[in-house]
């Protein structure tokens, strides 16, 4: 057997039941890790930490090299995209990314399709170092935003409270909105695709903001738009496994899943654990959901809701993870302790 069919994540996602579930960290590399901010001062910016190859390489392994994760997912951001694009972007300290803002179609017309793999073409070649220095038994995950996320940062400029703008234009003026998301559906499906040509094994897609959405434009914005992408990848490539993280969408989950063709589900904190393994995991493999925060706090609290997690889930495929991203106030003696408990040691 060759050593890709035994990697335990890869196992979970072909619906292998596992005694030990494999684990990840949403956002597992980033300021929690003292490493992680010398090097990240080392690159300057935000971004050009991003496209430098050797020290994105570098800053994904951290994470690796205290906890041995199962995963190592690439170090980039999801608005790599709209950058690339042509879309003006920087990351400031304590307020995140600001954009040019976008928010009718007629802007659009400047984005360039085209050119998007000059910008990007560092990140194949950070996926390409991955695939030959993880350690053997972990598995590389590449990733991208889903057009709704992505495009909730184009049109807002900002990460955003109530998402007025977004929302009032997918209400006003479906048809032009809809542009935006063609785009986003072309570049995230092409990028997508060279990630795995350069090395990556599983892809993540991101809906952070699909909650946002009211239920009855669900399906327009984030289940089709992804479905488009799946059948994109899987077109060219018919076994890739995906997983997908619409947060908080609630019951909406299981059309999402059905209608995606998502190989494994990411579930996000406020899924119900015992609703979820029935309604949920019955159909497709999960990943989640430790509250990131329970993560920050440690202790006995976080001891128990870990082994809930894993009491309810394990006895189906699973791939332990958080609800959400790592944030950076986490002690990394509670990752350590993390990775103990679910290694059963
Ligand atoms: O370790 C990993 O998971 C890989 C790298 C990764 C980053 N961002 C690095 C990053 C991944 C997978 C992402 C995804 C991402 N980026 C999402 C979806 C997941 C989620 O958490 O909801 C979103 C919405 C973004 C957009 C983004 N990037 C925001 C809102 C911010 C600012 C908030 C913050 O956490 O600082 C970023 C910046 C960012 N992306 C950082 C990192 C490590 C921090 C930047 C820094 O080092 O100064």
Same mark, same amino acid.
């Given at each position: 057997?060759?050593?890709?069919?035994?990697?335990?994540?890869?196992?979970?996602?072909?619906?292998?039941?596992?005694?030990?579930?494999?684990?990840?960290?949403?956002?597992?590399?980033?300021?929690?890790?003292?490493?992680?901010?010398?090097? !990240? %001062?080392?690159? #300057?910016?935000? @971004? +050009?930490?991003?496209? *430098?190859?050797?020290?994105?390489?570098?800053?994904?392994?951290?994470?690796?090299?205290?906890?041995?994760?199962?995963?190592?997912?690439?170090?980039?951001?999801?608005?790599l995209i709209p950058h690339a694009l042509g879309q003006?972007?920087?990351? !400031? %300290?304590?307020? #995140?990314?600001? @954009? +040019?803002?976008?928010? *009718?179609?007629?802007?659009?017309?400047?984005f360039d399709l085209g050119r998007i793999h000059d910008t990007l073409a560092p990140v194949y070649?950070?996926?390409?170092?991955?695939?030959?220095?993880?350690?053997?038994?972990?598995?590389?995950?590449?990733?991208a935003?889903?057009?709704?996320?992505v495009?909730?940062?184009?049109?807002?400029?900002?990460?955003?409270?109530?998402?007025?703008?977004?929302?009032?234009?997918?209400?006003?003026?479906?048809?032009?909105?809809?542009?935006?998301?063609?785009i986003l559906?072309a570049s995230t499906t092409d990028y997508l695709l060279r990630q795995?040509?350069?090395?990556?094994?599983?892809?993540?897609?991101?809906?952070?903001?699909?909650?946002?959405?009211?239920?009855?434009?669900?399906?327009?914005?984030?289940?089709?738009?992804?479905?488009?992408?799946?059948?994109?990848?899987?077109?060219?490539?018919?076994?890739?496994?995906?997983?997908?993280?619409?947060?908080?969408?609630?019951?909406?989950?299981?059309?999402?899943?059905?209608?995606?063709?998502?190989?494994?589900?990411?579930?996000?904190?406020?899924?119900?654990?015992?609703?979820?393994?029935?309604?949920?995991?019955?159909?497709?493999?999960?990943?989640?959901?430790?509250?990131?925060?329970?993560?920050?706090?440690?202790?006995?609290?976080?001891?128990?809701?870990?082994?809930?997690?894993?009491?309810?889930?394990?006895?189906?495929?699973?791939?332990?993870?958080?609800?959400?991203?790592?944030?950076?106030?986490?002690?990394?003696?509670?990752?350590?302790?993390?990775?103990?408990?679910?290694?059963?040691?």
């Amino acid at each position: 057997m060759s050593v890709s069919q035994t990697k335990p994540l890869l196992k979970s996602l072909r619906g292998e039941t596992q005694a030990t579930p494999p684990f990840w960290l949403m956002r597992q590399a980033g300021r929690y890790l003292p490493e992680y901010r010398a090097t !990240r %001062e080392q690159a #300057g910016s935000f @971004l +050009d930490l991003c496209y *430098s190859p050797e020290l994105a390489e570098e800053v994904t392994l951290q994470p690796l090299r205290r906890y041995g994760m199962d995963a190592a997912i690439l170090f980039a951001d999801i608005l790599l995209i709209p950058h690339a694009l042509g879309q003006p972007l920087s990351y !400031r %300290e304590g307020e #995140g990314p600001v @954009l +040019d803002p976008v928010r *009718s179609a007629a802007g659009l017309a400047k984005f360039d399709l085209g050119r998007i793999h000059d910008t990007l073409a560092p990140v194949y070649e950070t996926v390409s170092r991955l695939s030959s220095s993880i350690p053997k038994d972990c598995t590389l995950i590449g990733f991208a935003g889903a057009p709704w996320t992505v495009a909730s940062y184009m049109v807002e400029g900002r990460g955003s409270k109530d998402y007025t703008h977004i929302k009032r234009w997918i209400f006003k003026d479906p048809e032009g909105f809809a542009a935006l998301i063609d785009i986003l559906v072309a570049s995230t499906t092409d990028y997508l695709l060279r990630q795995v040509e350069a090395g990556a094994e599983v892809i993540q897609i991101f809906d952070t903001w699909a909650g946002v959405l009211p239920d009855d434009e669900f399906r327009k914005w984030s289940i089709e738009p992804t479905r488009r992408i799946v059948d994109g990848l899987r077109a060219r490539y018919p076994a890739l496994p995906v997983i997908g993280f619409p947060r908080g969408v609630g019951a909406n989950i299981i059309d999402y899943v059905k209608e995606t063709g998502v190989t494994a589900v990411s579930l996000d904190t406020g899924t119900p654990l015992a609703w979820a393994a029935r309604e949920v995991q019955s159909l497709v493999p999960v990943q989640g959901n430790l509250d990131p925060l329970l993560l920050v706090e440690g202790g006995a609290a976080m001891e128990r809701r870990i082994a809930e997690i894993i009491a309810t889930f394990g006895d189906k495929p699973f791939i332990f993870n958080l609800g959400h991203g790592i944030t950076p106030q986490t002690p990394p003696e509670n990752v350590a302790r993390l990775a103990e408990l679910i290694r059963g040691k």
